[in-house]
């Protein structure tokens, strides 16, 4: 049983503490004197709780959880990656061919076969769409497929 | 007798043509949100605060919409249950040790009518006990001075992981995780704090991109990560065969498990999957030898549904009264709230009367929509359960996308979602609970409030905060809150794997 999951997440929150804190000290003196409770009271509070709660991680973890590794990883990248171009074709391509697009590759990573994966992406795309921009009257993009 | 008086003027908000369709359209959406796997109550009701939003819906119908979404999703987990051996959510969890045995029985449709019924006791239970109770706190709440308050938030924090959670020290790190994530943005005072001099930071981190990203997205790479696209199969269901004898039979059980499930429910920290634990093992011990269960007993169906739901009515007192949920689902429909510029509490109950009688009035027509649906279209909710989880969740997957956009029509908050959504992935693989994350987002801004408060009417001296006696007590349970779980926690774990280990080997 190792347990370096937690480890690496209590150094990391550690970390996190003392940069949180530490910025808070940072900030100027509120106008018109001190008061008791200042922009930086509360936020010092939070950095003390959890440095303590971090090093507490690190000493004590739980046993790690089973982490992927290899092609499931690579799969778990790629996600997030098709996400990624989703939201950055969105506006340049249009709503439609952007949600064909990322919903069809979605499903057929996840195991759908490639044909029915697209044609899915393709009318959950078209049916969004229509539904939105003329029974809910909220504008998504629609990119190339503009016309007046 | 004032509460008849405001539970009329509630039946008269929920009563009205928009808002009865809106219940309407939510109890269904609900229940498809409860029976489809991988999309729980919090996840499903954060993926429609957004199209709430855009849709400009007044505060009551919002409300109401979300509240009976939330009604309907607790009905909507007994499904899967049932009939996959699958909890659609973590309550359901106990329905499947008698739903599944009954469904392979080929008492699939009485298993699913059954539980549909006793639902539906255990929500009028729920929101009877509700009515009667939530007036009254909020009335008590009122003497709450700021002290109190904190007191209170820390109470919530403690208790938030349940007396079943795992390791309570992970609670505390969520909980400041989320209230240092609130911290960000200009403070009451005008000085930017955490900003990095980023435009779109002064005003915050907006909370509902942060609970769509951390539910829905980080669902869908946990769902890849498990390769289940592929879904499970179904087992069929065939003619319904109910007699007024067989409702009769489970009625006495329902009564039981729906006042038990209510009490778990106000409780701080227990929460519907507790309500719906403690009512199946009370029942099974009561009924004692007179039952079969974990072999298809319809009892057993019976009292962890009225359980659940009747918890899913009692989680709503503290969340209306005092503005502090007790669990997720609650926590999200707090979220709702505070970005309809509600301020919920003891206040809301005088100020927003409406509004709030208006969503209790809902929550009882809600009910009374979903036994009527439920018992008629379980046959279509139990085709679109067959819909495998690789078209549905990059769909949902969309939804949630264009939910964020249509708010502010930046894709900037759309890759902020996918940050939030990475992140969550990344905390559920290290068993780090995600709920006090919201909540300390939620919650972080009213604490630093209340804090200030506190401080500057005692003059600057911190024991003001644990001063008076009310303060204390409160201090007190919180830290029992935090402690129990290492005593108590274990055996509890322990008690509801043996019943369901023991159940799995006997059929």
Redesign the interface.
Known sequence: MTAR??RI?GLA?LVLAVA?GW??QQ??A?FGGH?????E???TI?SV??AL??C??IA?P?PD?H??WGR?AI??VM??GI??V???V??PLGFIPA?TV??GT??W????GPK??FI??LV??VV?FFL?NNL?E?S?PAGLLAFE | MDTLQFLIDGFAVALAPQNLMFALFGAFIGTLIGALPGLGPANGVAILIPLAF??GLPADTAMILLTAVYAGAMYGGRISSILLNIPGDEPAMMTCLDGYPMAQKGKAAEALALSAVASFMGGLIGTIGLILLAPVLAKFALTFGPAEYFALFMLAFATLGGITG??P??T??AA??G??IS?VGI?N???Q??TFGILKLYEGVDFILAIVGLFA?SE??L???E?A??GRKLIQVGKLLLRPRDILHVLPTTLRGGSLGFIAGVLPGAGASLGSFISYTLEKQYLGKKGHFGEGDPRGVAAPEAGNNGASSGALVPMLTLGVPGSGTTAVLLAMLISLNITPGPLMFTQNADIVWGVIAALLIGNLLLLVLNIPLVGFFVKLLSV????L???V???A??GI??ISHS?FD??FM?GF??AG?LLR????PLVPIILGLLLGPE??KN??HA??IS??DWSVLWGTPLAASLWLVAGLGLILPYIVGPILRRRMRAAITEDAVSD
């Open positions: 999951g937690d997440l929150l949180y910025a808070a900030w100027p509120p008061e008791a409770v200042g922009p009271t509360f936020p939070l709780v959890l709660s971090s507490y991680l004590k739980d959880a982490w992927p499931t799969e778990l996600a997030v996400l990624v989703y939201a950055l969105l506006e949600t990322a919903v979605l499903c990573r996840m195991g759908a029915g994966a899915t992406g959950s795309a969004v939105f809910l909220l998504l | 855009t849709l795992k390791n020290m992970k505390v790190v400041t995780l209230i240092m911290t403070d005072t005008g000085v704090r955490y997205i869908l790479l769902f890849i990560e390769r696209g592929a495998p989880p690789m078209f969740l990059p769909m997957t969309m939804i996308f264009v956009y249509s894709t759309l890759y996918i959504g990475v992935y693989k290290l068993e780090m604490m630093e804090l200030g401080l500057v003059d600057g």
